[in-house]
């Protein structure tokens, strides 16, 4: 008999997800967040937000190509806490980041999913690293979910 097991985490970036909705107005984590934004008047504040509320990159966090992420954001010009694109101090830095490696690596699943809404793109593999069945996965989530 096979088993499978669904883990569903449907948000790791609560503060930045109250900052970007609404939810979060005021207050000392408001404001922190709003001084590292004015360093960058291109990203609209606090909609363009993607980081957590302390201005790191949560999607840049894990230990998988962090040093070639961290260069390439400081070629980019982002070398410290920002609305997006900061890789952080080192990898797993933020607290949200080693819950979710942990976690992970603790759980070893055979599959893993990860939603953003704000790229609209499935990536099925990583590198050289192509799974079996990777592309066709996420081409079915693809059509799933528009």
């Known amino acids: ?14 503060d930045g997800l109250d900052l970007v909705t609404g939810a979060l107005k005021g207050g000392s984590f408001f404001d922190r967040a709003y001084a590292i934004s004015r360093d960058y008047p291109q990203v609209p504040f ?18 998988a190509g962090w040093a070639q992420a961290r260069e390439i954001k400081a070629a980019q010009g982002v070398t ?24 992970t690596r603790s759980y070893s699943p055979s599959l893993t999913l990860s939603y953003h809404t704000q790229g ?4 099925w593999k990583y590198l050289d690293c192509e799974p079996p069945m990777s592309r066709e996965i996420a081409e079915f989530f693809g059509e799933m979910s528009g």
């Open 46 to 63: 606090p909609s363009g937000w993607k980081a957590n509320i302390l201005g790191t990159d949560l999607n840049l966090q894990y230990p």
């Open 1 to 14: 008999m096979r088993t499978s097991s669904l883990c569903v985490a449907p948000a790791i970036n609560l």
């Open 80 to 103: 410290s806490p920002s609305p997006r694109d900061f890789v952080g101090t080192e990898p797993l830095s933020s607290p949200e980041a080693r819950a979710v490696y942990k976690f």
């Open 120 to 123: 609209r793109v499935i990536y």
